[in-house]
């Protein structure tokens, strides 16, 4: 629905318990409802531990972090579960078919809805070129797909539970650039509204997205399309080039 999915960060730092030097320091941002935010910065940056703030995997320092206004302090794991679907950097796909890994998490989700997600994922031609397409067993692990399929497959089983707001921290790095162009471009007709933050290292995959933000060493370097980051950031202009 309109007016979901926006995300506050008012002054949030943060460190890991046991440690003294934050890893997040006075982060500031607003990611719009339906906006697709992208986060880079080299490794180390603070960028998975900037967005495992928002399911609360981790508690801020100082600082608070809003969900369509609400302090997210204020909010169930139910609550912030049903608006958020993260995929992590490494698929973890189970032993079973191709539909049950999809349905996991939402197990009641209907077939048609299973292939949808799919489509978006861009998983959608490879199971059908499978010989038991959504019926095909995923081996342990998922030995028998590649790394970009199975990072498809995990993005599908995220989509599939219609979130406000989805998280892809670098879950499309083995996917290859023509594909995640394609992804984009499905997320964008058939995902209308949803809010997206994409964390990922190449610039091809961010470049596009309504606005970038730029993490360095846990502060935020520059936020704008790329076009002003180009113009502007000189922590950009410096990943650019690399
Ligand atoms: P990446 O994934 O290599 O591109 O790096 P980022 O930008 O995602 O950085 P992140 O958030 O994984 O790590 C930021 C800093 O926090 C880095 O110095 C490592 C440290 N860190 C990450 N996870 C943990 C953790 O679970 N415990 C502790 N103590 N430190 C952590």
Redesign the pocket.
């Known amino acids: 629905p309109a007016g979901q999915g926006r995300i506050d960060f008012r002054d949030v730092s943060f460190s890991?318990e046991?440690?003294s030097a934050p890893?997040l320091k006075h982060i500031s941002f607003t990611c719009l409802p339906g906006e697709t935010l992208a986060i880079i910065?080299s490794?180390?940056?603070?960028?998975?531990?900037l967005v495992h703030l928002l399911p609360r995997f981790y508690e801020v320092d100082s600082g608070s972090i809003q969900i369509d206004g609400v302090d997210i302090r204020q909010m169930n794991a139910g609550q912030l579960r049903q608006k958020i679907a993260i995929v992590p950097q490494k698929a973890t796909l189970f032993t079973g078919t191709v539909t049950e890994n999809i349905r996991w998490g939402k197990e009641d989700a209907a077939a048609e809805e299973v292939e949808q997600a799919a489509r978006i994922a861009q998983a959608h031609d490879f199971i059908a070129a499978l010989p038991e397409q959504y019926n095909a067993r995923i081996g342990q692990g998922g030995v028998n797909f590649s790394g970009g399929q199975k990072q498809r497959l995990s993005i599908a089983r995220a989509l599939v539970r219609k979130p406000e707001i989805l998280i892809l921290d670098?879950s499309t790095s083995a996917v290859d650039v023509a594909t995640e162009a394609n992804m984009r471009q499905s997320l964008k007709e058939y995902a209308e509204g949803l809010t997206c933050i994409l964390i990922a290292q190449r610039i091809t995959s961010v470049m596009d997205a309504d606005r970038i933000l730029v993490?360095d060493r846990g502060e935020i370097a520059g936020i704008g399309t790329h076009e002003e980051l180009l113009a502007s950031c000189s922590v950009y202009q410096e990943i650019c080039r690399s």
Do not use: Q
């Open positions: 890991y046991g440690t890893v910065g490794t180390g940056s603070g960028k998975s531990s670098d993490l």
